[in-house]
């Protein structure tokens, strides 16, 4: 788990390969990316004043990986919030849960733009 984290954020350019700048930035996820639509609930389980207000929200998941996802939120998060987001049951697919915490939360046109980290752990 170290080595992942002292990862290069920058790949070196391929010496076989012609209009190639000298580093090459990288995607730095180590789960691909699926694009989704679908509309999920969760709760925010910090203790801040606003958690205790609205502790339920909405997602409209524009994509999803092992760990994390996108997706569209009528209100704002805070970074670093912790959250619980329940995936409902897809045909034969039981639903599942996940808990992560609030990387990034841009207001956007269409409400705000939330990018959420799954924790690598279950909670104890």
């Known amino acids: 788990m170290v080595a992942l984290l002292k990862m290069p954020?920058?790949?070196a350019a391929d010496p076989?390969?012609?209009?190639?700048?000298?580093?090459?930035?990288?995607?730095?996820?180590l789960f691909?990316?699926?694009?989704?639509?679908?509309?999920?609930?969760?709760?925010?389980?910090?203790n801040t004043l606003e958690a205790r207000q609205?502790?339920?929200?909405?997602?409209n998941l524009r994509d999803l990986s092992l760990g994390g996802l996108s997706?569209?939120?009528d209100r704002p998060l805070s970074r670093g919030e912790h959250l619980n987001v329940a995936f409902p049951a897809d045909g034969s697919l039981s639903g599942w849960d996940a808990f992560g915490r609030v990387i990034r939360c841009d207001p956007s046109s269409?409400?705000?733009?939330?990018?959420?980290?799954?924790?690598?752990?279950p909670a104890a």
């Open 16 to 29: 076989w390969r012609k209009n190639e700048s000298a580093d090459v930035w990288s995607d730095r996820r």
């Open 110 to 121: 269409l409400g705000y733009r939330v990018a959420v980290e799954f924790d690598p752990l």
């Open 71 to 73: 997706a569209l939120s």
């Open 54 to 59: 609205e502790p339920w929200f909405s997602f």
């Open 32 to 46: 691909p990316r699926k694009e989704c639509r679908a509309q999920v609930r969760g709760r925010r389980l910090d």
């Open 9 to 11: 954020t920058y790949l």
